[in-house]
């Protein structure tokens, strides 16, 4: 034929079509040179339910039977147009039973769109609880499967499918015992500790009547947290506790109950009802408060309260209201301050109630 001449002893081939229609891998395989093999699946775009893809420590642990999700990716140099990209995840678990034999399950999802999440939804029942059980992924394209996703670089994930409640968590207060008529009171902090029996508690869902409601953690699994709480009314009160387990299964609700008398007696309180041309303003407990040459007393009570007049102050320099002893021993303790207050413009800092430390208050300054 006229394709085929010899030149050197050597036979060459000349071919007037296409120059490459097959290549070959290096194991020797042909392949189609307008495919290529769909991408490793990434440790990061795997998931456990909701939870990361994670081993050992780490690991997943879930209250159910859980969803485990891969993204796929087929490249996007295969020779057609992007949305004909398409690829099936296959998806492998195994674990060992109470025998010590190893059991496998598989799945192989329908075929999406390349970038798109496969999802294996595994039966209720089909692992059992509380064992680690391992899986792993890899794409198909129809034509060639990628690396499993636990292969080279990768990683198997793992997770443990909890099938037990936490104990009902437990509640204790040095300053508010349990149903103990009638402890501290208003503007008094409590402190309340919540604790679990159970060794995989890793958060509690507390709240009180009217709240606050939050969600605390121990410092390790099962430990236990201590929460303040000030009251600001008095009357029962009760505190309710949820244990959560790392799985996100919850226990049932513990309920602490306590009584909270109507607090301590102020130890300064300065009703500013002084007659008009008063110099100082009389104190119904603790020091009067020299009045400055900006204050006037007499001024009229706003409606609907039970006061009978008000000091009004200039905002100057000299509206203010000072005693000669400080009216808080000790500013670095808790203590409580209230005022009413009903300031003439609002353009600039104002102090209602200030101490100088350890000199003495400026009780009142506008």
């Known amino acids: 034929m006229d394709a085929l001449k010899r030149s050197g002893g050597h036979r060459l081939l000349a071919v007037g079509c296409a120059v490459a229609a ?4 290096g194991t020797g395989v042909a392949r189609a040179a307008d495919n290529l093999p769909p991408k490793q699946p990434l440790v990061q775009d795997l998931k456990t ?9 780490d690991k997943a642990y879930v209250a159910e039977a859980p969803v485990l999700t891969a993204v796929l990716y087929d490249p996007e140099e295969d020779n057609h147009p992007a949305e004909a990209n398409m690829v099936k995840g296959e998806f492998e678990a195994w674990w060992t039973d109470a025998a010590g034999v190893e059991q496998r399950r598989s799945y192989t999802t329908l075929e999406t769109l390349s970038g798109s999440p496969q999802r294996w939804h595994m039966p209720e029942g089909s692992v059992p609880p509380n064992t680690v059980v391992s899986w792993r992924v890899r794409a198909n394209d129809g034509k060639e499967n990628s690396p499993w996703s636990s292969e080279g670089a990768g990683s198997a994930c793992e ?6 409640n936490p104990e009902k968590a437990t509640i204790a207060s040095p300053e508010y015992p349990e149903d103990v008529l009638w402890m501290d009171g208003v503007g008094a902090y409590g402190h309340f500790t919540m604790d ?5 508690v890793v958060a509690y869902a507390y709240g009180f009547i009217g709240g606050p409601y939050s969600t605390v953690r121990p410092e390790r699994p099962g430990g236990p947290v201590t929460i303040p ?6 009357g029962p009160q009760t505190l309710t506790v949820r244990a959560l387990d790392r799985a996100g299964r919850s226990s049932g609700e513990s309920s602490y109950r306590f009584f909270v008398k109507a607090g301590r007696a102020p130890v300064a309180h300065w009703p500013l009802a002084d007659a008009e041309g008063a110099t100082t303003a009389h104190a119904e407990t603790g020091t009067d408060a020299r009045a400055g040459s900006g204050v006037t007393f007499g001024a009229p009570a706003p409606a609907g309260t039970g006061l009978t007049a008000t000091a009004a102050l200039d905002g ?3 509206g203010y ?3 000669d002893a400080p009216a808080v021993a000790d500013p670095r303790k808790s203590f409580a301050v209230s005022a009413w207050v009903r300031p003439a413009e609002t353009d600039r800092n104002m102090t209602v109630a200030g101490q100088d430390a350890g000199i003495r208050p400026r009780s009142l300054s506008v």
Do not use: E, Q
Not at 22 to 25: D, G, N, Q, S
Not at 229 to 234: G, I, T, V
């Open 22 to 25: 097959v290549m070959t891998t």
């Open 49 to 57: 339910g909701y939870k990361a893809c994670a081993t050992g420590d």
């Open 159 to 164: 997770f443990v499918h909890d099938d037990d």
């Open 196 to 200: 679990s029996p159970s060794d995989d």
């Open 229 to 234: 709480f000030l009251p600001l009314r008095s």
């Open 316 to 318: 100057s320099s000299h």
């Open 321 to 323: 209201l000072t005693t």
